[in-house]
């Protein structure tokens, strides 16, 4: 990363987005010696204007944010950090310096999808997933119906644990199914954004 720390007094703007959510947890400001120790120790390391000392989020809450990537601007003078926090990030206890609530995980599907590319791309032994990209499309189309099935054949149960359960398979296999058919999720998101305008 280039990095320009002349431009505000050898301070960078720092802002953090929740890696699963996407949501915008706080900003805070780093210095070159922040962003080393970010990246040494793995928790987002501020520098405080106010305390004149480097700051790890969380050293007195508890509520540390792990590193998960850390991109910086077209013009090189601010970061966008993406974490995973322990816990509410604000002082206040809201869950983001902004007041929102930080509760979607389907930025997860994003995570788990290139789990599944690097499992066909990287095949292992004890990789359930690369073993039904080995079996191919047939077995794979086949274990998206058997799970769809299974899910509503626990439809018509009340056991809210085996429903869940049948649906994370569903979609499990259905995402394994698009990455074999080479098609992207976002595609499939494309057409129910065009029906939806109609």
Known sequence: MNIDFNKMNNLVPAIVQDSLSGKILMQGYMNEEALAKTKESGMVTFFSRSKNRLWTKGETSGNFMELVSMAVDCDGDSILVKANPRGPVCHTGADTCFNEKNQSKTGFIDQLRAIIKDRK?????????????????????????????????????????????????????????????????????QVLIERHKK
Not at 122 to 141: E, H, R
């Open 121 to 189: 791309n990287n095949p292992t032994d004890k990789s359930y997933t690369a073993s039904l990209f080995a079996k191919g499309i047939n077995k794979i189309a086949q274990k998206v119906g058997e799970e769809a099935v299974e899910l509503v054949i626990e439809a018509k149960d009340d056991n809210k644990d085996l429903f869940l359960g049948e649906a994370a398979d569903l979609l499990f296999h259905y995402l394994v199914l698009l990455e074999a058919k080479n098609y992207e999720l976002d595609e499939v998101m």
